[in-house]
């Protein structure tokens, strides 16, 4: 079947504010800028005029949960995370794990993996820990933290199959992390520096052997010193590494926001939500893994205060970074889109509006809230909007 969507579209570069695009058998097959092309012959009937803008797809890289947990390691849990996570804007994501015991982080690969699809799709797999720091572990259970271990890793890939992309979140200063960095970064998977201590120094070694980015950056690792820049030193002017903010204005101040754009430019940020159970739910105590976070005022915490995964949305952080930072709506969009679907080699076909890419978009109003999302051409969420 063939669908029309009329409206602002949001490319990489620019917005245009009058322009149609063709879907047809899950794939974006025509576009056009009706300013200055004269539009197709379509069926009005098959066209949905969009009131707001038309988005790529948002493909949120790191995201624990949200009407569920992927530590439950249960695949309606999965299917309710990825529900939850298209009502805003969420077409594509890496089911995301906590530090646990190997055999739990198995389990929920393979739930993540039977799960039915309803929602936006599992891409891969975000492993944050069990390899971390410590000192720096944040809301990762502490006791289940260990070293390093290429054969654990191999264990965890094992439960894949060709097409799925790995992410793994560790601290490089730890004993061990350099080969497992190694060993990672050969078989393909995207190394992290997360959860860690690690000088400026040591961070351009793990660099030379394999990591590619850093995970949420300011959070949980060596802050930038003028003496010694630390983790956040290097995060910010190592070439070639990307790194993802949690923009909900709880984890980073928004001028510390505008800096990471500033330094690594707007293709080298990431949005991610870090988002836990409570996304999209209400205030309350809920579970992160085995640990108890009390959800109030838009912020989780553990019992002790350490802020506990979030409660932000996709659609929440483009417009943060709209809104409270000044990013170019854009910009904003590809940070949420483009940027991760190359930072995972998927950029061919998703992550922009453009001929021959999935038709995985967003139908935002003018205050960029979502109005319905598609996947594969197909709505799964906001179905109404669609054919209305």
């Known amino acids: 079947m063939t669908r029309w969507f009329k409206g602002a579209l949001i490319l990489p570069e620019r917005v245009v504010p009058n322009g149609l695009l063709r879907v047809e058998g899950g794939q974006i097959t025509g576009l056009w800028d009706l300013e200055t092309t004269a539009a197709p ?10 009131s707001g803008y038309l988005a790529p797809g948002f493909i949120d890289l790191h995201v624990h949960g949200g009407g569920g947990d992927f530590m439950d390691c249960d695949p309606e849990a999965v ?22 015991p190997e055999e739990r982080i198995i389990a929920a690969i393979r739930a993540a993996k039977a799960a039915p699809r309803r929602g936006a799709r599992v891409l891969g797999f975000h492993i944050e820990g069990p390899f971390v720091n410590p000192k720096l572990k944040g809301a990762q259970d502490g006791r289940y933290v260990r070293l390093a271990s ?27 992390a350099t080969a497992a960095v190694q060993h990672l970064a050969g078989r393909g998977a995207i190394v992290s520096a997360g959860h860690t201590d690690c000088t400026y120094a040591q961070l351009a070694a793990a660099q030379a ?8 950056l300011y959070n949980a690792m060596r802050g930038l010193h003028h003496r010694e820049p ?60 085995e640990l108890k976070a009390v959800v109030r005022n838009g912020e989780a915490r553990l019992a002790d205060g350490t802020l506990a995964g979030s ?45 021959g890419m999935d038709a995985d978009l967003v ?20 179905a109404e909007v669609i054919q209305g």
């Open 230 to 289: 630390g983790t956040v030193g290097g995060a910010l002017t190592l070439p070639g590494l990307t790194v993802e903010l949690i923009a909900d204005g709880v984890h980073v101040h928004p001028a510390s926001m505008a800096v990471a754009v500033g330094a690594r430019g707007a293709d080298g940020v990431l949005l991610v939500t870090d988002a836990m159970r409570a996304a999209g739910m209400g205030e309350g105590e809920y579970l992160l893994g």
């Open 209 to 216: 052997a394999g990591v590619r980015h850093v995970t949420h």
């Open 311 to 355: 409660v932000l949305t996709m659609a929440d952080a483009v417009r943060n970074m709209v809104k409270l930072v000044g990013v170019p709506l854009p910009a904003a969009v590809a940070m949420a889109s483009r940027n991760p679907a190359r930072r995972h080699g998927l950029e061919a076909r998703k992550g922009a509006l453009a001929v």
């Open 150 to 176: 290429t054969a654990e890793i191999d264990r965890w890939m094992a439960e894949g199959e060709a097409g799925d992309r790995w992410h793994v979140t560790m601290a490089p200063e730890m004993e061990g």
């Open 363 to 382: 139908l935002l109003d003018q205050d960029l809230r979502v109005q319905a999302t598609v996947v594969a051409g197909q709505a799964v969420f906001g």
């Open 79 to 100: 299917a309710a995370i990825t529900q939850t996570h298209a009502r805003y804007g969420t077409t594509g994501l890496l089911a995301t794990t906590l530090t646990a």
């Open 41 to 50: 012959a379509h069926d009005p009937r098959a066209t949905t005029t969009v």
